[in-house]
C-alpha cells in the first residue's frame, strides 16, 4: 500500500477515478454537496459573493509548516478574506504526475481536508488529472473560492493619506522555508511556513475602520505596498523598526542576499485603516493567534513612492520586485 | 517580439506579473469586474448557484477545431450548462512553462477570450504561475466557473425506467482528434475536436421534460452511462445504429482500436428525457448549431447495465472504461 503509484488510469474519466474519488477525495472532504458528484455542485448561499482562483506549484510540496494541500486552501480562503469576504466554498482541483506515490497524494488530500474544516469552509467540486512523461515531480493544485462579501477590503479609492498600516504577522517565513527546505540548508531552528487562514482577523475587527487589506503573498509586502501606491498616485512610509520578524529569518535573508520585504508570506496581510481606530484595531488583531505579532509599520503619504525608514534614521525607496526571486514559492 | 519566451518573473507576482495582466489578460478577457485587478472579484448575482472546476491537461495544446484556452472556457461552461444552470462568471488559471513562447501564450489566452464572448460569459478572475526545469512542454489550464441555477439536472432520483436518451451530437470526434494530431497521422480529411458550448441546447430546450444530463467527455458515453447506472441501479438500452458518428472518426477508432462509445467528446452530452415530450425535446434540439446531429439513442430499463444493441441484432454490455484510453485527452 506504501508502495502504491499513481497511474494515468486515475485521471481517465473511467473506474479508477470514481474509486480514487469515492476512497480518497470524499474520505477527507466529505459533505453533502461534494458527495452528489455531479460535474458542478449546488450552492444556495444569499447576498453578494467574492470569488477568486490561485494555482499552486510550490516545490517542495511538503514543507515545514505545512504542504501545498493545506497551502492551496488557505491561499484561495485568503484572497477571499482580504477581500473583505468570509470563506465558504472552494474547489480543489489537483493534477499528479504519473508513477507518484498514493501516499503522498493522500496525505495531500487529507492535509487540504484538515485545513478546510478548521476554516470553516466546504470543498463541494473539485478534479483529477494525471499526466504522463512530464518530467513533474509532485503534484500541483487549484483551488476556486466563494465567499460572503462582508465588506469590499479592494476599493483603493477609500485609500488617503494619513491611514495607517497594520501588518498582521512577521514577515519573510514562508519564502526562507521554502528556500532552506529546497537548497537543503542545514540550519539550527528550522524554519517553519507561516501557512496560516487569515479569516479570524478580519472577524475580530468587525471591519470597523479597516478600509483595504491585502496579503502579501508573491513579491512580498514590496509589491504590495507598490501595486497600492500605483494604483493611487499616494505613497507610504513604513518603519523598518516596527516591520516585526523573526531572528532566524532576518539572518537567513541577510546570509542568502534576499530583500525580506520582498519574500513571499502565507499568514500576512497588510491592512489600511483609519487612523484615529488604529490602537483599538491593532489590539483586537493581537487578540487572535494569527494576528499575535500584529504590528502598527507606518503611514500613507501623499508622495507617490514607497519608502522605508532605515533603524540608522535615513530614508529608502521600496521597489518593486523585477524577476522572479523564488520560482515555485506557493 | 514573435521569439519572446515566457520568462520565471512572469510568475513572480512583481512588476513582468503585472505587465502580463494588463497587456494580455486584459486585453483579451477586459471586463469591469476583472479591471479592477483584486485579490477577488465581487459578484452580485442572485439565486441559487452551481460551482464547478475542472482543469486541462490536454496534449498538444493546439489542435483542429480547438486549443486548450478555447477547451478550458467551454469545458466548464458544459459542466454548469449540464448541472442545469447558465454559465455566467468563470476563473481562468494559467500554469506556463518558463521558456514557452509569449506568442502561443497569448494565442491561447485569447482564444479562451473569445469563448467566453460567444458563451456570454465574464472571465473575472485568475492566476498565472512559471514553472522551471519541469520538463512540462506546453502550458496547464484551470477555469472554475459560476451559473445561476435553471432547474436541477443532476439528481438521479428522478430517473425511471422508459425515459428516453438523447445525445447530442456525434461521437469521438475530440478523442480522435487528438490521437490523430499527437501521432501525426497522415489522414486525408483531418478530424476537427467537437469542442463546443451546449448552453444552446439547454436554452432552446426550455428545460422541459429534461430530466437528467450529463457532458460525455473523459471516458465518453460509456463512462456516462455505466455511472448513472451505478447510482440508480437502473440500465440502459442503446441501438448502436442509431449513435451519431462521422464515418472519418468510425474508420480511425476501428484502425486503433478504439471502441468510440469510451472515446473523449467535448461539445457532446446525452439528456435523459420524459418518454412522452422526447420527440419534440429532440427537434428543438436539433435546430441549433450545437445539436444539429442529436438524436434519440436508446431507453432506460430496469435491467442493472448497459446494453448495445448491434446492428446484426446481437446485444453487447458496455463496461466502464477501466484504464486510461488516452493520456491528457482534455
Redesign the interface.
Known sequence: MEDKKI????????????DFVKDIICKYFGNSILE?L?????????G??????????VEPEFFPGGDIGKLAVYGTC???S??G?KPK?L?????VP?GYKFSDTEKIVASAGAAAEEAGVQI????T????A????SP?V?T????I?KK?L?DYGKIKAGDKIILTSDIARHGMCIVSKREGLNIESEIESDCADLNPIFEVSGYKGVKFA??A???GVA?VLN?IS?KTGLGFLIDEAEIPMREDVKYLCEFLGFDPL?V?NEGAALLIVESALSSKILDKIKSVKVGADAALIGEVCSENKVMLKTPIGGIRNVE??????L??IC
Open positions: 497511474t494515468s488510469a486515475l485521471g481517465s474519466g473511467g473506474k479508477s477515478t470514481n452528489n455531479g460535474d458542478a455542485a449546488y450552492l444556495d448561499i444569499n453578494e459573493l467574492s470569488f477568486s482562483t490561485d494555482s499552486f506549484v485568503n484572497d477571499l482580504v477581500s469576504a466554498f474547489s480543489f482541483s489537483l493534477i504519473e463541494v467540486c473539485g478534479d488529472k494525471v499526466i504522463s512530464s518530467g513533474l515531480k500541483l487549484n476556486a473560492g466563494l465567499g462579501l469590499k479592494n491585502r496579503d503573498t508573491r513579491g509589491a501595486e500605483d520582498s513571499a518593486m520586485p523585477v524577476g522572479e526571486l520560482p515555485r
